[in-house]
């Protein structure tokens, strides 16, 4: 059945592309063809949904929670790189939610340091925001056939949320810098390291503007996690660690990883030996959200 799903799925979206086309272009398509295109939608996505829902419950019958067996679910339904990209997208959406709330994913009060690094990049990303919505307005006016009309009004708000989720996503899901000296990589929902205390073998401030993808293999096997263009702090690796990449490759950092963080100071005295003392609330930043200092680039050059 998991199978007929995902045929079902691939062999979808190519005939609704084809009817949408047909439509736009002007051509007069029978309404017993779009009744039952439409019928048809509506079949594969009940089957879709039981499916998903077939591999849900069997998920929290093996003892996962709600959120990890509705991501199981969401594996076993569409194919690795599709099911990533959905994973993706709904934990950036969840993100509009904690940043509403002003919480923070993954940040306890026992942690160090929760450092922010959306500093780089906030300015860009609001701008693009700005953009998409001046180019949804101004295609609302100027475009005079209402399917088009709508398809592009559909994929502009969308465009705008997903960049408002993608910010979100980031200002809620700090790096981390645990109470036992271990560290947690991330940007936003595409990507998740987690170092531990005895991997790393040294931290300091280095501001560096290297060239590359947000997740960046360097040739001598390092690892660099850029924003906007830019690294500020260099950890030694005493040994290898493995990460997961953005579409679901896995990989390994080897010598050291570089990354950017809004305040590096902080960040790299709390991976020292010496560094902050460790207690209920020590060295957290306040809690995100709209109006907060995280994610405007609260930190300092160093």
């Given at each position: 059945?998991?199978?007929?799903?995902?045929?079902a799925l691939w062999l979808l979206l190519p005939?609704?592309?084809?009817?949408?086309?047909?439509?736009?272009?002007?051509?007069?398509?029978?309404?017993?063809?779009?009744?039952?295109?439409?019928?048809?939608?509506?079949?594969?996505?009940a089957l879709e949904a039981a499916v998903w829902?077939?591999?849900?419950?069997?998920?929290?019958?093996?003892?996962?929670?709600?959120?990890?067996?509705?991501?199981?679910?969401?594996?076993?339904?569409?194919?690795?790189?599709?099911?990533?990209?959905?994973?993706?997208?709904?934990?950036?959406?969840?993100?509009?939610?904690?940043?509403?709330?002003?919480?923070?994913?993954?940040?306890?009060?026992?942690?160090?340091?929760?450092?922010?690094?959306?500093?780089?990049?906030?300015?860009?990303?609001?701008?693009?925001?700005?953009?998409?919505?001046?180019?949804?307005?101004?295609?609302?006016?100027?475009?005079?056939?209402?399917?088009?009309?709508?398809?592009?009004?559909?994929?502009?708000?969308?465009?705008?949320?997903?960049?408002?989720?993608?910010?979100?996503?980031?200002?809620?899901?700090?790096?981390?810098?645990?109470?036992?000296?271990?560290?947690?990589?991330?940007?936003?929902?595409?990507?998740?390291?987690?170092?531990?205390?005895?991997?790393?073998?040294?931290?300091?401030?280095?501001?560096?503007?290297?060239?590359?993808?947000?997740?960046?293999?360097?040739?001598?096997?390092?690892?660099?996690?850029?924003?906007?263009?830019?690294?500020?702090?260099?950890?030694?690796?005493s040994r290898p660690v493995s990460y997961l990449?953005?579409?679901?490759?896995?990989?390994?950092?080897?010598?050291?990883?570089?990354?950017?963080?809004?305040?590096?100071?902080?960040?790299?005295?709390?991976?020292?030996?010496?560094?902050?003392?460790?207690?209920?609330?020590?060295?957290?930043?306040?809690?995100?959200?709209?109006?907060?200092?995280?994610?405007?680039?609260?930190?300092?050059?160093?």
């Open positions: 059945m998991r199978r007929a799903a995902r045929v005939g609704e592309l084809v009817v949408l086309v047909l439509l736009v272009g002007g051509v007069e398509v029978p309404f017993a063809v779009v009744a039952a295109a439409e019928v048809l939608v509506l079949a594969v996505l829902f077939g591999l849900y419950r069997a998920a929290r019958r093996a003892g996962l929670p709600p959120g990890a067996a509705s991501a199981r679910a969401v594996r076993g339904l569409l194919p690795p790189v599709a099911a990533r990209l959905a994973a993706h997208e709904l934990r950036a959406l969840h993100s509009l939610v904690l940043w509403a709330l002003r919480r923070r994913h993954g940040v306890r009060g026992g942690e160090v340091v929760a450092a922010g690094y959306t500093g780089p990049q906030t300015a860009l990303l609001w701008g693009m925001v700005f953009v998409s919505v001046v180019e949804t307005v101004a295609l609302a006016v100027l475009i005079p056939w209402p399917l088009v009309h709508a398809v592009a009004l559909v994929l502009d708000v969308y465009g705008v949320l997903f960049l408002v989720a993608l910010h979100a996503s980031c200002v809620t899901r700090p790096h981390v810098v645990g109470a036992d000296r271990s560290l947690r990589l991330r940007y936003g929902a595409l990507f998740d390291l987690r170092v531990p205390a005895e991997a790393i073998a040294g931290a300091r401030i280095e501001r560096r503007f290297p060239e590359g993808r947000l997740v960046h293999a360097r040739e001598d096997g390092g690892l660099e996690l850029i924003v906007a263009g830019q690294t500020t702090v260099a950890v030694e690796l990449r953005p579409l679901g490759g896995r990989a390994e950092a080897v010598g050291s990883v570089r990354f950017h963080a809004d305040d590096p100071a902080a960040v790299v005295a709390a991976l020292r030996p010496s560094g902050p003392p460790v207690g209920p609330g020590a060295g957290v930043a306040a809690p995100t959200g709209p109006g907060s200092a995280v994610g405007r680039g609260t930190g300092t050059d160093v």
